[in-house]
């Protein structure tokens, strides 16, 4: 008995023992897991309170009302206008800008912008030109052409801000009728003794072209729009036509001018629009060949010095009725060498067989048959280190052997070639390829002209140039008008007077033939914007125009 109740005894606590150890693991069991669930309740609850503590209130004004919104702290006004359900439209404004973080209490305020176009017409009124004539007696006036307005379609942009018009400009403009300016002739007395000429000696005075003819007395207006820019001026051999170009309505980066021709022998003449444009270095009539003109173009261009030149050739036909034919290439847009930017010029022989050209670097012939170019003479092209850079005069010899041109000369000391500040007249001979200096340090803007065989003896001619008053600051100097033989000898300065100031750079025009009942050759230049006539033999020379308007002549 007492050995099966020991054992009980034992079993016993071992039963206990192990009853208690069981109840414990399972408290604990119990214990960690509501540790756990108020851990995981605590970590659902706590953001919760956080993000209560970081929201802001702010106001937002759009569209008529003012409501308030309560938003997470470190929000940008664009996601406070997207949380908002509010639209932003591209042209709305928003103040402030999008981006600014939000602060508690801040407002924003959305302004609704929408546009509106009209197009309306707009009368151009027409300016008002006065010019000083000589035709007309001293204080008296004559209207030489009536002003007409014009007329140009304008289309507006409008901005409403919350659909009230908050600002107004002009997005197009196109121009429907460009208006024609009054042009006033006021008298002024002309002390200068009328002279005879030869051919037609036509001129730009105020932007118009005006025509003498027979006696320097003797002068009409044939083109009086007021806007010739004079970088082509040319009368036509016959002397029945002139060539010009006109400045351009448009933007100097679009367009820079365009082309015309006008009759010289109709009484009544209508300019005639040859539908080319950009032309700056050469246009002139092709000799021997019927309403015929030639032209090189450029390209525009925003930058300095306004185009890039391409150097090119083209012919064209037209007709007096105003009808223009396809433009014929002759020579394709090319690079036109070193400093082929600034273009290429032309010019004809006398009995228009031949066309020479000079580009910055190079003199030579035109193929005209086989659209290419035969150089002559390589040149040093100057470097100006600016956005300019020269074009050597070019004029045929009245034999049409001869070639006389301004080539760059030899830099003194150790300056490179491309720098020198000295340029040289110089004749070049088809008849056996030389090349001979014939003024020394004429400067870069000489510009030599050739009279008429029979302005002097029989098979004899002269040469007309400029000379630089300062050789070593020729693109700045001004200049004297130098007559000499075409072999270099017998040189002669004619004008102006001695201790005058100088002309400004141009190319002298000689007259087509001996002035009635007078010996010997007249050449005539601008100075001091009017026109003078200077004999050759004799050096006089006689101012024909008073009104210092004069910019551009040409004399066939």
């Known amino acids: 008995m007492g050995s099966r109740e020991g054992s009980f005894r034992t079993n016993g606590r071992s039963a206990l023992r192990f009853g208690t150890s069981q109840n414990f693991r399972g408290r604990l069991v119990l214990h960690l897991s509501a540790l756990l669930l108020a851990l995981a309740l605590a970590a659902c609850a706590g953001p919760q309170v956080s993000q209560a503590q970081d929201q802001i209130g702010i106001s937002i004004t759009a569209d008529g009302r003012t409501q308030n919104y309560t938003i997470l702290a470190g929000s940008s006004i664009e996601d406070a ?16 800008e999008r981006y600014t973080v939000l602060s508690a209490g801040d407002s924003v305020t959305l302004v609704r912008v929408t546009e509106g176009f009209e197009t309306v017409n707009e009368t151009v009124p027409f300016e008002r030109q006065t010019v000083r004539s000589e035709l007309v007696p001293e204080g008296e006036t004559r209207i030489l052409q009536p002003g007409q307005n014009g007329q140009r379609e304008l289309t507006y942009r409008t901005l409403f801000d919350d659909g009230t018009a908050a600002s107004r400009s002009v997005i197009k403009t196109v121009t429907l009728a460009q208006p024609v300016p009054e042009i006033v002739l006021v008298g002024a007395q002309n002390p200068f003794a009328p002279l005879a000429i030869p051919g037609k000696l036509a ?47 448009k933007s100097a980066d679009e367009e820079i001018n365009t082309l015309w021709v006008v009759s010289l022998s109709d009484p009544d003449p209508r300019p005639i629009n ?48 105003g009808a223009t034919g396809k433009p014929a290439e002759i020579i394709e847009p090319n690079s036109g060498g070193v400093y082929g930017w600034w273009g290429t010029n032309y010019a004809w022989s006398p009995d228009g ?49 001869t ?12 300056l490179r070639a491309e720098v020198s500040p ?67 000898s017998n040189r002669r300065a004619l004008l102006p007077p001695e201790g005058s100031a100088g002309l400004e750079p141009q190319t002298p025009a000689w007259a087509p033939g001996q002035l009635p009942e007078q010996p010997g050759s007249f050449v005539a230049v601008i100075y ?26 040409d004399w066939r």
Do not use: C
């Open 81 to 96: 206008l997207n949380a908002a359900g509010i639209l932003i439209n591209s042209l709305d404004r928003v103040t402030p």
């Open 528 to 553: 001091q914007g009017n026109i003078w006539l200077v004999d050759a033999i004799s050096g006089t020379a006689s101012q024909v125009t008073g009104d210092g308007l004069a910019s551009r002549l």
């Open 203 to 249: 001129y730009i005075a105020g932007g118009s072209a005006w025509v003498m003819e027979g006696s320097t007395a003797n002068r009409r207006p044939v083109v009086t729009t007021g806007d010739l820019d004079g970088r082509v001026f040319v009368v036509s051999p016959k002397q029945d036509w002139l060539l010009y170009t006109r400045k351009s309505t």
């Open 274 to 321: 040859l539908i080319t444009s950009n032309i700056v270095h050469f246009a002139s009539f092709v000799p021997n060949s019927a309403l015929t003109v030639a032209y090189s173009t450029v390209e525009p261009r925003a930058a300095a010095p306004g185009w890039q030149a391409n150097n090119d050739l083209y012919f064209m036909k037209f007709s007096p009725t």
């Open 422 to 488: 000295y340029f040289d007249v110089t004749a070049l001979s088809l008849a056996n390829d030389a090349n001979v200096r014939l003024v020394e340090q004429s400067g870069m803007f000489a510009y030599p002209a050739a009279s008429a065989e029979d302005g002097l003896a029989a098979g004899d001619y002269a040469l007309a140039f400029l000379q630089a008053i300062f050789p070593d600051q020729s693109a700045v100097s001004r200049y004297n008008l130098v007559v000499m033989d075409h072999d270099g």
């Open 403 to 414: 070639i006389f041109t301004v080539t760059h000369a030899p830099p003194p000391g150790l």
């Open 353 to 401: 067989l031949r066309l020479a050209y000079a580009r910055p670097d190079s003199i030579g012939l035109v193929n005209v048959n086989d659209n290419s170019l035969s150089p002559l003479l390589d040149t040093v092209p100057l470097q100006t280190g600016s956005d300019w850079t020269l074009i050597p005069g070019l004029a045929w010899g009245a034999d049409g052997r």
